[in-house]
């Protein structure tokens, strides 16, 4: 099966009271918290994640919260790659509870960061969306999300103004883009094998 890039959105929830608090507490900074994906639901792209698959790859995702490394971007791009230039927020901590991941996410003090937070601060509804190379499969009205997935990170974006209606980058022409290469490192494709290995009954 051809892998494609697959995204998935949800909205963040904030009040201006909580952007208060949230500087207040950390020295100035923005940290965002609440669920920022879920499996086992048909999401608005017509996808569903499989739990587990998604709690192996927010297992395998740890790396690279631990590491600080956990970057994400403002809008998706179209490539796997998570560019630095465009780096606005970072992870600091994914975890499952049921069939949802909960995350806390920092904005950063960077040109891309500063947009996310001046929207933010304006009152503008944004979405966290992950950004995953993999092949889906169709199973009556939903395509459901096969083993291969592999998440990337979690991107910053517009909430779609009519339910459906969010332009989903599905991968279309994206072969070529897609070099797990620049995305994951050497050891973190060790990680990956020794979490697989370890996940054997």
């Known amino acids: 099966m051809e892998k494609k890039l697959l995204t998935e959105w949800s909205p963040i929830s904030f009040t201006s009271d909580?952007?208060?608090?949230?500087?207040?507490?950390?020295d100035g900074k923005i940290i965002l918290k609440g669920p920022i994906q879920k499996s086992n639901t048909l999401n608005q792209n017509g996808r569903i994640y499989p739990r587990p698959i998604l709690e192996r790859e927010i297992l395998n995702y740890q790396?690279?919260?631990?590491?600080?490394?956990?970057?994400?971007?403002?809008?998706?791009?179209?490539?796997?790659?998570v560019e630095l230039k465009n780096v606005s927020h970072v992870v600091k901590e994914a975890y499952m509870q049921g069939d949802v991941v909960y995350g806390t996410i920092e904005i950063l003090?960077?040109?891309?960061?500063?947009?996310?937070?001046?929207?933010?601060?304006?009152?503008?509804?944004l979405g966290i969306s992950s950004r995953g190379v993999g092949s889906t499969k169709n199973q009556g009205n939903a395509q459901?999300?096969?083993?291969?997935?592999?998440?990337?990170?979690?991107?910053?974006v517009s909430e779609p103004s009519t339910p459906g209606a969010f332009v989903v980058k599905e991968g279309k022409n994206l072969k070529q883009n897609i070099d797990l290469s620049k995305t994951f490192n050497k050891s973190d494709r060790i990680n990956r094998?020794?979490?697989?290995?370890?996940?054997?009954?």
């Open 63 to 81: 790396k690279l919260i631990q590491e600080n490394r956990a970057m994400g971007e403002c809008d998706h791009p179209d490539t796997s790659v």
């Open 18 to 26: 909580m952007l208060k608090e949230s500087k207040e507490l950390n």
């Open 193 to 201: 094998i020794f979490n697989e290995i370890l996940s054997w009954d």
């Open 144 to 156: 459901i999300v096969q083993d291969d997935f592999q998440l990337i990170c979690f991107d910053m």
């Open 109 to 125: 003090n960077t040109p891309s960061g500063k947009i996310i937070q001046s929207l933010i601060e304006s009152g503008i509804t």
